[in-house]
């Protein structure tokens, strides 16, 4: 099992986010606030990795994601959005879930079980549906419970 951080603060519901870009600063802004990394420098991060390809996984979800120096456990936040924004998807299907995962620099291998683990996760339209109608924090962490993580 992963211990991974995440907790009610790094979560933003009906969030009014327009663009990829937006959603990236806001993702970085966020997680600067719990791992004390500067938010730009999350930022870069983030934006070179969708440099690379989109992290659109389909389904209306996107899974942007960084390995960085400076923290010693992975870290994710969530933002589900007002309105579904273009996110270079994959799909037909617009963003309106994107679920952001940082990892210390050295877990190449953490982070692919991570993100297996998030995606396989994602990919169940149940969970989907729950996260989109969720109200709370409590109500997306709970949809997000699996055997393989630990959240912290």
């Known amino acids: 099992m992963l211990n991974i951080k995440l ?30 990394i500067d938010a730009d420098e999350i930022f870069n991060q983030l934006y070179e990795r969708e440099r690379l390809g989109s992290t ?11 390995r960085l120096h400076g923290i010693n456990v992975p870290y994710i936040s ?23 995962l940082i990892v210390p620099y050295e877990q190449t291998d953490d982070h692919l079980v991570l993100l297996s683990s998030l995606s396989q996760i994602l990919d169940d339209i149940s969970n989907r549906k729950k996260i989109r109608s969720s109200r709370n924090t409590e109500q997306i962490i709970t949809c997000l419970e699996s055997e393989n993580l630990n959240y912290i």
């Open 78 to 100: 969530v933002i589900v959005l007002e309105d579904a924004i273009d996110f270079d998807n994959i799909d037909d299907f617009d963003v309106d879930i994107v679920l952001c």
């Open 56 to 66: 659109s996984v389909g389904n209306g979800v996107a899974l942007p994601h960084a």
């Open 7 to 36: 907790d009610n603060s790094h979560i933003s519901i009906n969030d009014n986010s327009k663009s990829k870009k937006s959603v990236l600063e806001k993702l970085a802004s966020i997680l600067s606030e719990t791992t004390g």
